[in-house]
């Protein structure tokens, strides 16, 4: 009889947001005429850009035509989309990143799970804690983070570096050296940023004890302070230790587009392996691009028209998550986050765990936000909202807490 | 200093259609007077059909305004695609798979990549020889599959199941119980198909035995003949066996546009483990949905404009399947397949080995097909060429062949 990857066993519940989807669905349906504002999955609300759109319409029309037609992608994008990237993304930055270190594909979701896969499976991790749940998910699918203690929600073989109001929210380096530590920067719930020096620390940890670092930067568009890197290459020496996760669904609303990219340096090496040219054999064996008009739609992120509209559009939200802020702290909430991030992290009311200020919020303001401890065990007695509601909605759901 | 995983070191080469597109740009570079013809990778050559981008251009404008805009997808994908496959592809062959079995995604490459994850690290697997090489590579660089032979291009820990002349093609039954069993049919690249009752045998043995069948029929839309099952769930108790795998590159011209599906029945379960829960977890955790638009896109390849230009589109594709089948006959090669399946599969001539013909025709004929070794090691002495080039290049092809 065959055996099945018991790892998937020792999962506590189900994916952080598909538990949400499940009780928000089931209060609507007891309570059909509630009007629900969410605030929660931190899924975008603005239509893709017009200039997205147009060259979403263009690439369509290639597809219909056999002279324009395009079959299969290269294996790890287009050229053109790589080439963009590599020029506005890095290379604008003094980031010396070149086309061919970029790996396009459907989602930083889909590489943030996938990248534990180049790693020994007695590999240890460390995250910051709260953080985005896939890190540490996929990590236990693959069987690395040892046994799960119900009481503390914390796994024996992985190494927490809590981020709380004590360290403002700034994690302090690992006790014990892990083999990968994933940063999600500006961070996912908490908003927390780090500054170039502080970062440069990470970095310079990382190459001195052999660790690779796995940094998120999903949401380096909402970055507003001037000394705060949108890229780890900006850090000396990050090429020989740090992958780079990107995602379109954030600065461009590709939520249900489906795009991203990730950056393996050819300098990141383990003796003489290139993880680059793992990472290419992963993405050229498990994967097979992502589509053609989608990628057309990446490179008009970066037209002038794109980026023209795309910064209204992240002023758009960055203002949803000042009224966010704003009306929280006037309502007597403590709140963090909403500067350089679209997320604004506040402490619970009184003494209420997160999941306790989850029903509360819904069933009485029926406002979907998204408990802390979903994060991570240090994320308890915090709640994130984020700013990707429309302005209508994010005010009116200030009006109902405000009220409560 | 942290460790990779070292599996990968183990694959030989790079992956099989990588090593290809190399060989054909090198060739290029050097004859850039040279018209070559592309009948190797599979390919399709052939516009999407009218339906399909009028369903995308529809689904790009509703991106465009925010009240009809779409963010994150369902996990498992929108209930409109997975009814009209439902419907479609399954209940109109009588066979009892529900909407909520079946699950969306970026393709049948990336799901027959990951699909082992749900196994546990020590199953042993069987692949018929010749077959599409992404099912021994996933398990390769999982660390399933033991030592690699140079000598006899073999995993030591792989069932292989040869389908050569000698047996028409058709695998015997394994003679060691495997865990998991990957079946392609219509097979790639040999083109061969199972009859119903033949295929109900591998059903009863899995049944029998505790093994999975995971079945690819991403070439289902080209079977011709009545008697061959579309589907694994025509037969009787593969609902308890019996993983499908399915594209839409083929029968829709997705292969640039990204859509498949996976179905794993409800009833499929090792002791009280449900694989479909597992999938839904791994989906859910490790994947972030197809696109909208393209989701759109596979719903119109359902529609009854799509079904009827489709229709058109398959028999296109099979004219040039004849086309080769014939030519080659008549220049005295020895030729299978093409039937029910878009791929011809010949013998190559004067003993050369695969790669050998690969690099004569490639220099001769300038026609890029490709080599039966890279597909297992009873392909060795065969040759693969698809139907999926348009008509003119096709016949240039083979009066090309024939001329040699």
């Known amino acids: 009889m065959f055996q099945i990857n018991d790892n998937f066993q020792k999962l506590p519940g189900s994916y952080l947001f598909s538990t949400i989807a499940k009780k928000v669905a089931a209060y ?82 889909s590489d943030s799970a996938n990248i534990q896969e180049l790693f020994s499976a007695n590999s240890r991790i460390a995250v910051t804690d709260p953080v985005y749940p896939v890190y540490v998910d996929s990590n236990v699918m693959a069987g690395r983070t040892g046994t799960y203690d119900a009481q503390t929600e914390t796994w024996s073989n992985v190494i927490y570096m809590p981020s709380t109001a004590d360290n403002g929210f700034v994690p302090e380096l690992p006790k014990e050296v892990p083999d990968m530590i994933y940063l999600c920067l500006p961070n996912n719930p908490t908003g927390t940023t780090l500054k170039k020096e502080q970062l440069q620390v990470w970095v310079d940890y990382a190459n001195k004890n052999g660790s690779v670092i796995i940094f998120d930067a999903a949401y380096e568009a909402y970055i507003s302070e001037s000394d705060v890197p949108h890229s780890i290459y900006e850090c000396n020496g990050a090429k020989t230790c740090a992958i780079e996760l990107r995602s379109f669904s954030k600065n461009a609303g590709f939520t249900g587009v489906r795009l991203g990219f990730t950056v393996v340096p050819k300098e990141l090496k383990c003796g003489d392996v290139s993880l680059h040219a793992m990472w290419a054999r992963r993405h050229g064996t498990k994967f097979n691009g992502a589509p053609y008009i989608v990628q057309r739609a990446g490179e008009a992120v970066y037209s002038d028209a794109g980026k023209a509209q795309l910064k209204d559009q992240v002023a758009y939200y960055m203002n949803n998550a000042k009224t966010i802020k704003t009306g929280l702290a006037e309502a007597g909430f403590t709140v963090y986050g909403g500067v350089n991030a679209p997320y604004i992290w506040l402490k619970t009311p009184d003494q209420m765990t997160s999941w306790e200020f989850f029903d509360y919020l819904l069933e009485n303001a029926n406002v979907v936000g998204t408990p802390g401890s979903g994060f991570g065990p240090s994320g308890e007695g915090y709640f994130r909202l984020t700013a990707f509601g429309n302005y209508e909605n994010t005010v009116k759901a200030l009006e109902r807490i405000k009220a409560l």
């Open 28 to 109: 609507q349906e007891a309570n059909p005429d509630k009007e629900i504002i969410r605030l929660g999955i931190g899924d975008v609300t603005q239509p893709l850009a017009p200039a997205i759109i147009d060259a979403l319409h263009k690439a369509v029309d290639e597809m219909g035509n056999a002279a324009t037609f395009h079959g299969y992608a290269p294996d790890l994008g287009y050229e053109f989309l790589r080439k963009a990237i590599s020029d506005n993304d890095y290379k604008a930055r003094g980031c010396d990143i070149s086309a061919d270190e970029i790996f396009v594909s459907d989602g930083a979701k």
